[in-house]
C-alpha cells in the first residue's frame, strides 16, 4: 500500500509538471497500468477476490485526496525549486572561484615570469661584463700608430 501511495504521488507530480493538464482518469489509469506491471513481474495473476479496479473509485475521491494534499504538493515542488537555485548558485560560486584561481594564478606566473626575466637579463649583463672583462685582460695592449704612418700619401702624379 506505501508503494502505491509513493506511486500516486509520483504520477501527480509529474502531471504538475506537464505543461497541459491532466484529467484525473488519466492519472488513475496510468496507476493501474504501475499495478498490472508489478503483478506481471511479481508473477501474481489477478483472482476474482482481487481489485483490479482504481483504488480512488471517484473522480469526487481523487479531487479530495488532491486537494487534501495540495499543500503537501506544494511543498515539495517548492523544495526541489529551491533545491535547484541552491544549485545554480553553488555552480555560479565555484565557477567565479574557478575563474578568479585562474586569473591568480596567471597573474602570480606572470610576476614569477617578470622576475625570471629580470634575473635572466641581469645574469646575462653580467656574464657580457665578464666576458669583456676577460677579453681586454687577455689582449695585448694596443698601441696608438702616429697618424702620419697610417695616412696614404695623397702625392699628386706627375704629368706624363
Not at 489509469?29 to 473509485?57: D, M, V, Y
Not at 511543498?75 to 584561481?101: F, G, H, P, T
Amino acid at each position: 500500500m506505501e508503494a502505491r501511495m509513493s506511486q500516486w504521488h509520483l504520477i501527480w507530480n509529474s502531471a504538475c509538471d506537464e505543461v497541459s493538464e491532466v484529467p484525473d482518469y488519466v492519472l488513475q489509469r496510468r496507476l493501474l497500468q504501475w499495478e498490472n506491471s508489478l503483478r506481471g513481474a511479481t508473477g501474481i495473476r489477478s483472482s476474482s477476490n482481487a481489485h483490479s479496479g482504481p483504488i480512488l473509485k471517484t473522480e469526487t475521491d481523487v479531487r479530495k485526496f488532491a486537494y487534501e494534499q495540495k499543500s503537501e504538493f506544494q511543498r515539495l515542488i517548492e523544495d526541489v525549486k529551491r533545491r535547484n537555485l541552491e544549485a545554480k548558485i553553488a555552480q555560479e560560486k565555484s565557477r567565479r572561484s574557478e575563474e578568479e584561481n585562474v586569473q591568480n594564478t596567471e597573474g602570480e606566473n606572470q610576476i614569477m615570469d617578470n622576475a625570471e626575466d629580470q634575473k635572466r637579463a641581469s645574469s646575462i649583463a653580467n656574464a657580457r661584463k665578464e666576458e669583456a672583462a676577460e677579453f681586454h685582460s687577455h689582449s695585448p695592449a694596443l698601441e696608438a700608430t702616429p697618424l702620419e704612418e697610417t695616412r696614404i700619401s695623397t702625392r699628386p702624379r706627375s704629368k706624363s
